[in-house]
């Protein structure tokens, strides 16, 4: 079993962010008025360019939309001396995994807005294409297109939906703004060597997980994230690990109905990193969740200097979390994913 954070269940002070502000100053450095929490994006993340700082820029926009068939995910991103993009698509029935990868040197040919909700995001690699762009209705638009599959998804953003920005800082020069957008009910379709299949409405998710910083070298983290409906309610589960400990912040939240519950802990996460494929629990205070896979997603790179081995695992969420009024609230059958990282980039 992996071990506990090294302060699990103990209260962080965390300061929420209601005012836009930049995430660097004007040396390029953490802004520390950046730091703390927001329920909607409120940074200015153009200070994270590539140009006044080279080679520890990571700049990136991850999807992943769950229907009941399929799962397909879109990967655009920069981390300076490389674009790393992906698209996969997963049958649910035949668990057959369809991925496509590029690396570009340099990031030629990446288009990334400098900050969130502020431009297109795109990578086009060979065959490899994807198109992410905000619509006019209140909704992103997500296209792909690889050897074998393309798809074309609308997820909508509800009136009122609220979501998880972060700023991790473990230091003035290294530090993190992640957006994790979770329960974004999504439609539209998917092809699979010239197959349609729908991406039916009511009951497809899709998640955003928007990242702008400069990080260390060697991070390991955990990440978990879970949409879907129980009761009646629509429930959003955005938790983390292992990255966060001891720089004061937590990726830590819950979504019902719309609106962002903030958990500020360090949960307990315990999983096989043996057998990654055994329920998962992940518990504080105010949440107790088991997680239990049905699929494992590897990853294994390694190229000297640089090395990664992700395993996103996918399955189904069920337990309970609290609201800061002391209301608890039970859930059973949130499809999502946690995974276990470890990267040298």
């Known amino acids: 079993m992996t071990p506990e954070p090294e302060t699990p269940n103990r209260d962080i002070h965390e300061c929420e962010i209601t005012q836009p502000t930049s995430l660097t100053d004007a040396r390029g450095r953490l802004n520390r008025n950046a730091v703390g929490w927001m ?17 520890r820029n990571k700049r990136w926009e991850y999807w992943c939309v769950m229907t009941p068939t399929h799962i397909m995910a879109a990967t655009v991103s920069s981390i300076d001396y490389a674009g790393v993009h992906e698209v996969w698509v997963f049958d649910r029935e035949t668990h057959e995994s369809i991925g496509h990868g590029a690396t570009v040197p340099l990031g030629r040919g990446v288009v990334l807005p400098a900050s969130l909700g502020n431009g297109p995001a795109s990578a086009e690699a060979g065959p490899l294409t994807i198109e992410i762009t905000d619509t006019d209705a209140a909704a992103t638009r997500l296209r792909a297109r690889a050897p074998r599959v393309r798809f074309d998804v609308i997820a909508e953003t509800p009136p009122g939906h609220e979501c998880l920005g972060v700023v991790v800082p473990w230091s003035d020069t290294r530090f993190q703004y992640t957006v994790k957008d979770v329960a974004r009910p999504a439609s539209g379709t998917l092809v699979i060597d010239d197959v349609r299949y729908d991406v039916p409405a009511g009951r ?121 009024d002391g209301e608890a609230t039970e859930f059973t059958g949130i499809e999502g994913w946690a995974e276990d990282v470890h990267n040298r980039w």
């Not at 994006?41 to 140009?51: E, R, V």
């Not at 997980?209 to 629509?234: F, K, L």
């Not at 690990?241 to 500020?264: C, M, P, Y």
């Open 39 to 55: 329920r909607r994006p409120l940074l200015d993340t153009s200070g994270i360019d590539g140009h006044r700082t080279w080679g």
């Open 204 to 324: 497809s998710w899709a998640v955003l997980d928007h990242g702008r910083g400069r990080w260390p070298y060697d991070v390991r983290w955990n990440w978990g994230a879970g949409s879907g409906e129980s009761n009646g309610h629509t429930i959003g589960i955005q938790i983390g690990g292992q990255w966060t400990v001891g720089t004061g912040s937590t990726e830590n939240a819950f979504l019902l109905d719309g609106r962002l519950h903030k958990i500020s802990q360090e949960l307990r996460w315990q999983y096989d990193a043996q057998n990654y494929g055994e329920p998962w629990r992940i518990t504080g205070d105010d949440i107790d969740l088991t997680f239990e896979p049905f699929y494992n997603k590897t990853s294994r790179t390694n190229l000297g200097v640089v090395t990664a081995r992700t395993d996103q695992c996918f399955g189904t969420y069920s337990g309970w979390f609290r609201d800061a």
